[in-house]
T-cell receptor, first 115, second 113 residues
Framework: KQEVTQIPAALSVPEGENLVLNCSFTDSAIYNLQWFRQDPGKGLTSLLLIQSSQREQTSGRLNASLDKSSGRSTLYIAASQPGDSATYLCAFYGRGSSNTGKLIFGQGTTLQVKP | EAQVTQNPRYLITVTGKKLTVTCSQNMNHEYMSWYRQDPGLGLRQIYYSMNVEVTDKGDVPEGYKVSRKEKRNFPLILESPSPNQTSLYFC????????????FGDGTRLSIL
């Protein structure tokens, strides 16, 4: 069974810091990996999608990397701002789950950026 | 604007009173799905649909029904709600998996008393 771990579970940093969120998974047979942002009481917003053949994707201050062989993905946030405060979730289609469209989610990292 | 719209956003109701949560997408996506999110349990798939008239169970389908009569709509029906169905519900849509990203609605918070 695919297991997904996001470390740390919570993170508090001062504004302006660069930070890295981690996502690890046990089965390297994934189709793609997505990073989502969830604000309290709100839905999930897709941030970045990395196909299994890609190593990284960038959008603005965000950079996500994927290393299938080691079962890891990282989300790098540059020059963090208070508006980045949210829960960040990694998710992917693992072996067999693409047949159901079920994304396998990590538990998330809750980020607080203090002014 | 491309979006997934859920209604209602909030609902407090009582045990046994049938309710429907609507979900509509304007992106012409084939695939739609319902998830519930609970503290400590993360997001769990309830039902999904690969196309019109095609639906199937996810991980936690008990107590729920769905239908997919039109491509854009995928309502979630609770025939006889119970307190253990109190949760935050999300509808999502995408191209046929594993293509593209899933787009999520803003969520529906249900409280069953």
């Amino acid at each position: 069974k695919q297991e997904v771990t996001q470390i740390p579970a919570a993170l508090s940093v001062p504004e302006g810091e660069n930070l890295v969120l981690n996502c690890s998974f046990t089965d390297s047979a994934i189709y793609n990996l997505q990073w989502f942002r969830q604000d309290p009481g709100k839905g999930l917003t897709s941030l970045l999608l990395i196909q299994s053949s890609q190593r990284e994707q960038t959008s603005g201050r965000l950079n996500a990397s994927l290393d299938k062989s080691s079962g890891r993905s990282t989300l790098y946030i540059a020059a963090s701002q208070p508006g980045d405060s949210a829960t960040y979730l990694c998710a992917f289609y693992g072996r067999g789950s693409s047949n159901t469209g079920k994304l396998i989610f990590g538990q998330g990292t809750t980020l607080q950026v203090k002014p | 604007e491309a979006q997934v719209t859920q209604n209602p956003r909030y609902l407090i109701t009582v045990t046994g009173k049938k309710l429907t949560v609507t979900c509509s997408q304007n992106m012409n996506h084939e695939y739609m799905s319902w998830y519930r999110q609970d503290p400590g349990l993360g997001l769990r798939q309830i039902y999904y649909s690969m196309n019109v008239e095609v639906t199937d169970k996810g991980d936690v389908p008990e107590g729920y029904k769905v239908s997919r009569k039109e491509k854009r709509n995928f309502p979630l029906i609770l025939e006889s709600p119970s307190p253990n169905q109190t949760s935050l519900y999300f509808c999502a849509s995408s191209l046929v998996p594993p293509l593209g990203t899933q787009h999520f609605g803003d969520g529906t918070r249900l409280s069953i008393l």
